[in-house]
C-alpha cells in the first residue's frame, strides 16, 4: 500500500484565497483525521471522520475550515478566506477499524505546508 | 490544552548513550502511544501501550506506563544518529468511543555523532 497520500505537498497563496488540501487514507481504513501542526500551538486535531461522518469537529478553528469526506477514499480541507496565520504543516492520518476500544494506531501522510502570505 | 506534556522538550546526547522521555497526562485513558517524526516528514507510530499494561518493548525501545502517576517514559537505549527526531506521546481517552488521539508538543531528540 502507498500509504496516506495527500496533496499538493507546498501550496503557498495569498491572503484571501481559496485552498483545498486533498487526503486518500489507506485502503480499509475507516477513520480519517486532520491535524494542523505550528511550532506555537503543536499538534491539533482539526476534525475527524468515522465510516465517513464528521465525528467530532471541534477543532476546527474557525467558520472559514471547512471539511469533507465524499467517500471512503477521498476527503478534502477547504480554507475559504485563507489567512496568513493559517500558514502550518497540515497532516491527514488514518486509522483501521478498531479491535476493541478507543484510540488506534494512526498513519500520518507526509502533510501539506501551507504558506498563506 | 494538551493532554500530553512532554518532558524534556530538548534533549542531546551522545551516540550510544540511552535516552528518556516523559509523558504527563491529565484525564483517563485507554491506551497512549508514541509516534517519532522526523522533520519534514509526517509521525511514525512507534509504540501502543494499553491502559492495563506496565511496559512495553519493541527493539530498542521500552515504554513504561504508570496509571496512577499519569505518567509515561520512553527509553530508547543505545542511541543512534538515525534516532534524531521529535517524539511525541499521545493519549486515547476512556470512554465515549471517541477515535481521536491527544498529542502533547513533543521532545525533540538530537543524537550527536
Known amino acids: 500500500d502507498a500509504g496516506v497520500i495527500q496533496s499538493p505537498r507546498h501550496e503557498v497563496t495569498e491572503m484571501g484565497q481559496e485552498v483545498t488540501l486533498r487526503c486518500k487514507p489507506i485502503?480499509?481504513?475507516?477513520?480519517l483525521f486532520w491535524y494542523r501542526q505550528t511550532m506555537m500551538r503543536g499538534l491539533e486535531l482539526l476534525i475527524y471522520?468515522?465510516?465517513?461522518?464528521?465525528?467530532?469537529d471541534s477543532g476546527m478553528p474557525e467558520d472559514r475550515f471547512s471539511a469533507k469526506m465524499p467517500n471512503a477514499s477521498f476527503s478534502t480541507l477547504k480554507i475559504q478566506p485563507s489567512e496568513p496565520r493559517d500558514s502550518a504543516v497540515y497532516f491527514c492520518?488514518?486509522?483501521?477499524?478498531?479491535?476493541?476500544?478507543?484510540?488506534?494506531?494512526?498513519?500520518f501522510g507526509p502533510g501539506t505546508r501551507l504558506t498563506v502570505l | 490544552s494538551q493532554q500530553g506534556e512532554e518532558d524534556p522538550q530538548a534533549l542531546s546526547i551522545q551516540e550510544g548513550e540511552n535516552a528518556t522521555m516523559n509523558c504527563s497526562y491529565k484525564?483517563?485513558?485507554?491506551?497512549l502511544q508514541w509516534y517519532r517524526q522526523n522533520s519534514g516528514r509526517g509521525l511514525v507510530h512507534l509504540i501502543l501501550?494499553?491502559?492495563?499494561?506496565r511496559e512495553k518493548h519493541s527493539g530498542r525501545l521500552r515504554v513504561t506506563l504508570d496509571t496512577s502517576k499519569k505518567s509515561s517514559s520512553l527509553l530508547i537505549t543505545a542511541s543512534r544518529a538515525a534516532d534524531t527526531a521529535s517524539y511525541f506521546c499521545?493519549?486515547?481517552?476512556?470512554?465515549?468511543?471517541?477515535?481521536?488521539?491527544?498529542f502533547g508538543k513533543g521532545t525533540h531528540l538530537i543524537i550527536q555523532p
Open positions: 492520518a488514518s486509522s483501521p477499524p478498531l479491535p476493541g476500544g478507543p484510540g488506534n494506531e494512526q498513519f
Open positions: 501501550i494499553r491502559s492495563n499494561e
Open positions: 484525564t483517563s485513558i485507554n491506551n
Open positions: 499521545a493519549t486515547a481517552n476512556s470512554g465515549g468511543g471517541a477515535d481521536g488521539l491527544t
Open positions: 485502503s480499509g481504513h475507516n477513520s
Open positions: 471522520f468515522n465510516n465517513n461522518v464528521p465525528i467530532d
